[in-house]
Nanobody, 121 residues
Framework: QVQLVESGGGLVQAGGSLRLSCAAS????????MGWYRQAPGKQRELVAA???????NYVDSVKGRFTISRDNAKNTVYLQMNSLKPEDTAVYYC???????????????WGQGTQVTVSS
């Protein structure tokens, strides 16, 4: 019923920038919070940044001042602008959204397929 499609990952040198996008489609009634998680090899998935439907944001300490999350509610899309990238930012980045579909009354957690971000030193 709902798909989250990510784009924008890739290989970049340390200090470079990337912009991730995630578009939600399907039988969507409303979208609550949206966010980006990442998982590096051998590590647990961690929340990188999140944004509420009203635009309030929060970030993990390691990316504060370098990453910016934003969303376009008209397009059901969330973005992650990543600047001053470091090798330790290398991971698979996953989009997450809490969505109420038209056939349900309660929100459900949806995930994208993941996009690889690799930062070389």
């Amino acid at each position: 019923q709902v798909q989250l499609v990510e784009s924008g990952g890739g290989l970049v040198q340390a200090g470079g920038s990337l912009r991730l996008s995630c578009a939600a489609s399907g039988s969507i009634s409303s979208i609550n919070g949206m966010g980006w998680y990442r998982q590096a090899p051998g590590k647990q998935r961690e929340l990188v940044a999140a944004i509420t439907s009203g635009g309030s944001t929060n970030y993990v300490d390691s990316v504060k001042g370098r990453f910016t999350i934003s969303r376009d509610n008209a397009k059901n899309t969330v973005y992650l602008q990543m600047n001053s990238l470091k090798p330790e930012d290398t991971a698979v980045y996953y989009c997450n959204a809490v969505i109420i579909v038209t056939t349900q009354r309660f929100p459900y957690n949806y995930w994208g397929q993941g996009t690889q971000v690799t930062v070389s030193s």
